[in-house]
Nanobody, 115 residues
Framework: QVQLVESGGGLVQAGGSLRLSCAAS????????MGWFRQAPGKERVFVAR??????YYADSVKGRFTISRDNAKNTVYLQMNSLKPEDTAVYYC??????????WGQGTQVTVSS
């Protein structure tokens, strides 16, 4: 089992920044990929970014504004979000997997961007 706990969400004005953290515990050796997803009100959960080894991938909507990084010593993955827009408002979830589908999910953290 892997436990994931997100933190760092909050309310920010458009153009501002936030950094989300996701701390992993448990069978962390089984994690190869960490990802961030988000779900806006009334919409499906969508991919935001992922990191696997030294490789990072981003949704087009956040490319150039968000940066995903990972501290293996702390078993923590971060999502630095800059130039935030109202449409970035969502609950942000981190997830982990060894291969295939994401196996474990955090409880989510709310990010609200005011205009």
């Amino acid at each position: 089992q892997v436990q994931l706990v997100e933190s760092g969400g909050g309310l920010v004005q458009a153009g501002g920044s936030l950094r989300l953290s996701c701390a992993a515990s448990g069978r962390t050796f089984s994690i190869s990929t960490m990802g961030w997803f988000r779900q806006a009100p009334g919409k499906e959960r969508v991919f935001v970014a992922r990191i696997s080894g030294g490789n990072t991938y981003y949704a087009d909507s956040v490319k150039g504004r968000f940066t995903i990084s990972r501290d293996n010593a702390k078993n923590t993955v971060y999502l630095q979000m800059n130039s935030l827009k109202p449409e970035d408002t969502a609950v942000y979830y981190c997830a982990s997997k060894l291969s295939g589908s994401y196996d474990y999910w955090g409880q989510g953290t709310q990010v609200t961007v005011s205009s």
